[in-house]
């Protein structure tokens, strides 16, 4: 399959003319025509990470691993060797991932010094992951999809129905009205006849009992009437919600068969791997329905980090879920100080995110770490960029549970 980069701005595919690929030296690439555009602005400013670069834009260095098809100039020898494309020209090490963010190839340095904590997916989990989607178009522009399309219009004719039952109950409506003004216009003269027949005689009242006794058969019919419509009205009602629910619970059991085996009942215990198997939780989260305890371990891993962990945690928290959430990501490679999980987290530092929590295991801050409320978890794994970060650790847990320590262990990884 033909994987081709583009520019993160315009999004139009890196070629060797107006849309050359250069390379920042913050680490991320954007095309000639954007960085243009971006300098004619007078801030040389990059789009992902704010920070300034240095020299003209036509001076920068060109990614020509990104542009289809092209060999660069000053690779390759005198005797005519090939260009390994499979090595880093930054760093000559092997590529192995691809840089969600920045949409480049990296290799293992690539990932230490500018792209840590972006969202890293090994290449053939690219790949695998466009194969996925052509089989869900495949799935779509067969049965199934004609099979949801029918679905679907049998719904909207039962809407339209249901609007017509509105229209007609709005007609009934104005009936019932109209008939409750009469009724209080006659109840009035009623009033003004019974004041009066003690003067009245026997001839005029006569005549107006008859017309007391001809409204009281016309209040019948029409009383008959108006129940009649309105039964009837009822009982179109209770076909069309019969109708309605029927069609709603087939579209639901269509949707279900689209879910991936994977995604079980939120009342069962499952792991959530990866970015791919994130993204497929929070799109199906009106078919998965939530248990009342629940637990779910969120893993977000070097190889396959989790780029929408703030969407997926949003909904597990209003799922009513405990999380063990191992960011492994940052708690084996903290040592960059752009890899702070306070960044990936910071929605959740004033909503009590601590409550929802079974266990951590990242790469916090000190003053992220208080508010996130995690000091009181039965598990904690956090990666500390040294050993005078074990103080600050043991004051709050000293605050929370008395006389507790942390002892340093090896690789600068400390936990309790």
């Known amino acids: 399959m033909n994987v081709q980069a583009l520019c993160n701005v315009c999004e139009n ?12 030296q913050c680490g991320h690439t954007y095309c000639l025509a954007c960085l243009k555009d971006i300098e004619a602005s007078g801030k040389k400013l990059c789009p992902s990470c704010r920070e300034e670069w240095r020299g003209e834009s036509y001076e920068l260095p060109i990614s020509y691993m990104l542009i289809p098809g092209a060999i660069p100039k000053s690779t390759g020898d005198a005797a005519g060797n090939k260009v390994d494309y499979n090595m880093c020209l930054l760093h000559s090490y092997t590529i192995e991932h691809w840089c969600c963010k920045c949409r480049v190839a990296t290799c293992k340095k690539c990932i230490s010094e500018m792209h840590y904590a972006h969202g890293l997916v090994a290449f053939e989990n690219v790949v695998g992951y466009e194969i996925s989607m052509e089989q869900i178009k495949e799935a779509f522009n067969g049965n199934l999809g004609n099979k949801l399309k029918k679905d679907l219009k049998d719904s909207v004719s039962v809407c339209n129905e249901g609007l017509e039952l509105i229209e007609s109950m709005k007609e009934i409506e104005a009936k019932l009205l109209s008939r409750k003004k009469h009724l209080l216009d006659q109840e009035q003269n009623l009033s003004a006849y019974m004041e009066n027949v003690e003067n009245t005689s026997e001839t005029a009242l006569k005549e107006k009992f008859e017309t007391f006794l001809k409204i009281m058969s016309c209040c019948d019919v029409e009383k008959t009437s108006l129940s009649s419509e309105l039964q009837l009205a009822l009982l179109k009602f ?160 000293n605050d929370n549970f008395g006389a507790v320590s942390v002892e340093p262990v090896s690789h600068d990884h400390y936990g309790m």
């Open 238 to 397: 209770d076909v069309f919600g019969g109708e309605f629910q029927s069609l709603n619970e087939d579209l639901e059991a269509e949707k279900r068969h689209l879910l991936p085996e994977e995604l079980p009942v939120l009342a069962e215990n499952i792991v959530i791997r990866g970015e791919k198997m994130s993204k497929k939780i929070v799109q199906a989260r009106s078919s998965i329905p939530a248990g009342e305890e629940a637990t779910v371990t969120v893993v977000s891993s070097v190889e396959d980090p989790i780029i929408s962990l703030q969407d997926l945690l949003l909904y597990l928290m209003k799922s009513r879920t405990d999380i063990h959430l191992q960011l492994l990501d940052t708690f084996f490679n903290g040592n960059s100080g752009r890899a702070d999980d306070s960044i990936r987290l910071k929605l959740f530092l004033r909503q009590n995110f601590g409550d929802h929590l079974a266990s951590f295991y990242g790469h916090l801050t000190y003053t992220a770490w208080a508010k996130l409320g995690v000091a009181e978890l039965p598990k904690l794994g956090l990666h500390l960029q040294s050993g005078a970060d074990v103080a600050d650790v043991n004051k709050i847990l």
């Open 13 to 24: 595919t890196f070629n060797s003319t107006n849309h050359k690929p250069l390379l920042l």
